[in-house]
């Protein structure tokens, strides 16, 4: 079994381990970590008649999540993803559940194995391309009144914001985009959110995940406590035999931090390896 590893460490956190303590000084003991159940057994807010999404919120989900994938080629040489874990807990099988991958049509399988095993060359994000929606993952900040919400989003190759209204008319005639035109309405406590008209240069995740420009994208954000169960459903019928639902996403309310610009992002053509131009260079972003 061949391990396919990723790890991204956060700027800031990368910095503080450079401080260096005064003499004598003890690190400080870290807070222990609230979990998802106690919080989710905090008050609900409520503004405008309906639960407040307001905030700074952390899922671990984005265009290139910390996680570990575990491969293995099939019986023809194919590779396969067998297992998808944080690698902060313990291992367990997760993407390679029945129905938590997309269902591809047939002619469409091999292409997205043959890009994901190529992703080096072949994953825009790698060459700071946009994620696009939904492998930008779940909103990192965001701010609401009772016409409009916008989601905020630091993503490695840039900060992106949707500004969706509520309970409005989608936007027509635009050029198609990375992250399409939505509208957004309230089903009981939860915001539901449509989103079409997408072009056809970004991927659903970073397994190769291929889409159309029929793409259409549903998110549903349920707050409860300090969590919002972020539900998100893609239907594309120019690619898939029936609509993909994401495994659910928690999102953790975080007082205490917010977002920020992440650090610009560019290619880096000094690295060794394979070699993806005349130049026989790999390239490949830096961060």
């Known amino acids: 079994m061949k391990k396919h590893i990723r790890l991204f460490a956060a ?30 057994q905090r008050p609900t807010p409520r503004v405008h008649g309906h639960p407040s999404l307001e905030g700074y919120w952390f899922s671990g989900t984005g265009s290139i999540p910390p996680f570990q994938y575990d491969t293995a080629r099939d019986a023809k040489g194919n590779i396969e993803v067998k297992t998808v874990r944080d690698p902060s807990e313990p291992p367990r099988a997760s993407a390679a559940n029945a129905g938590s991958q997309p269902d591809y049509k ?6 997205t194995k043959d890009l994901f095993f190529h992703d080096n060359k072949t994953d825009k994000v790698y060459n700071c391309g946009q994620p696009g929606l939904p492998r930008v993952g779940a909103p990192q900040r965001i701010v609401e009144n009772d016409r409009e919400v916008v989601f905020l989003y630091a993503d490695l190759a840039g900060m992106v914001w949707r500004l969706i209204p509520i309970g409005g008319k989608m936007a ?16 009981g406590d939860s915001l539901v959110v449509h989103t079409t008209n997408f072009n056809q240069d970004t991927w659903l995740g970073e397994f190769g ?40 996403a928690i999102m953790r309310l975080e007082r205490d931090n917010e977002i920020i610009e992440p ?25």
């Not at 005639?173 to 957004?184: F, H, K, P, Q, R």
């Not at 994208?217 to 993909?244: A, N």
């Open 11 to 40: 700027p800031v956190a990368a910095l503080s381990l450079l401080a260096p303590l005064s003499a004598g000084a003890q690190p400080a003991a870290a807070s222990p970590r609230v979990s998802n159940a106690a919080l989710a």
């Open 209 to 248: 995940y291929v889409h159309s420009d029929k793409m259409e994208v549903t998110e549903k954000l349920t707050r409860v406590g300090d969590t919002i169960r972020y539900d998100v459903t893609v239907s594309d019928p120019g690619v898939l035999k029936s609509p993909w639902v994401k495994p659910t």
């Open 106 to 111: 047939d002619e469409l399988k091999q292409k």
């Open 172 to 187: 027509t005639g635009n050029d198609a985009s990375y992250y399409g035109d939505s509208e957004a309405h309230w089903v």
């Open 263 to 287: 650090s610009p992002c560019h290619l880096d053509p000094l690295l060794e390896g394979d070699t993806d131009g005349q130049d026989g260079q790999f390239h490949i972003q830096r961060f």
